[in-house]
């Protein structure tokens, strides 16, 4: 085991034992395994509601979670926007690759610009999600999360008939093993350890902010999550940092199979759980 001391100076990576799971953020609600049945019953009911989800390269993988969910099962159609003039019907899923990795405020800005175009409009849900890539070790966590609280205020004010969804910040694996060990020893950065500590910082501040208040739904605490409820974690200089789960990817950062599987029918029972916005509030069609 190792454990990361002096950081960002030496990096490491520890898998914490349950007991010290506690200190981490996590309800038992938001990383509960949805059974076959629930994202069946999900699916269904989301053909009754239009939803418009902005991401970009996680996000396809959990989009191709979906459409594997169940094949025979009534679903909402998933359609990729082009452009904020886009019809979209009931029954749909609409989805579009927003901003450029790597640069967050642009997934911000061009998330609103197709909202206030017209998506909103269209629509009775809207989520957007940053991806993994957009955090490193000195990313400002509080001044991105700040642009993106006063972004989405506006859009909520602007367009009371959609519900707006916050979507914690996917994780990385952590690097472990000889690699990790050279990497440290050399005084070089071991991957997804200074760049998932700028994440559950971000993280941190979705939860404080909008936790109980508004929909949030925690990618990061599923990705974090065996279905057991069991937590992959390493330590920083004493406090525990969530990291994903290595079945769930094969690359360290993108979902796989096992990965989609554990994310996929979540979303679709949240979404599908969320209530109505009061016909008053409600955009034409």
């Known amino acids: 085991m190792q454990v990361i001391r002096d950081f960002p100076a030496r990096l490491g990576a520890l898998l914490l034992p349950g007991a010290l799971l506690m200190a981490l953020p996590q309800s038992a ?10 994202a069946a019953a ?33 679903a909402p159609a998933i359609v990729e926007v082009k452009d904020a003039s886009t019809a979209i019907a009931q029954g749909t899923l609409a989805h579009a690759f927003v901003g450029q990795n790597e640069q967050p405020e642009t997934k911000i800005a061009h998330f609103e610009r197709l909202l206030d175009g017209g998506v909103a409009k269209q629509v009775d849900v809207a989520l957007m999600k940053f991806c993994y890539i957009d955090f490193t070790s000195s990313t400002d966590a509080k001044a991105l999360f700040e642009k993106y609280r006063t972004t989405l205020a506006g ?3 602007r367009h009371p008939g959609v519900t707006f969804v916050h ?26 350890v200074g760049e998932n500590v700028s994440r559950e910082a971000f993280n941190a501040l979705m939860r404080q902010t909008y936790g109980g208040k508004e929909p949030l739904f925690d990618l990061a605490a599923l990705e974090s999550s065996q279905a057991d409820g069991s937590r992959e974690t390493y330590e920083v200089n004493g406090r525990a940092y969530p990291a ?20 996929a029918p979540a979303l679709i029972a949240f979404l599908a759980a969320l209530p109505e916005a009061p016909a008053s509030a409600k955009a034409g069609p």
């Open 29 to 38: 609600a938001a990383t509960a395994q949805v059974t076959p049945d629930a």
């Open 42 to 74: 999900g699916l269904e009911r989301l053909t009754h509601r239009r939803v418009f989800f902005g991401h970009q390269s996680v996000g396809g993988n959990i989009l191709d979670g979906v459409r594997g969910l169940s094949p025979s099962t009534k």
């Open 155 to 157: 859009l909520k004010s």
């Open 167 to 192: 979507v914690t910040a996917p994780l990385t694996t952590v690097q472990r093993g000889a690699k990790a060990w050279f990497n440290e020893l050399r005084g070089r950065p071991v991957f997804g």
């Open 244 to 263: 994903m789960v290595p079945d769930y990817s094969d690359d360290g950062g993108h979902l796989n199979a096992a990965g989609q599987a554990r994310v």
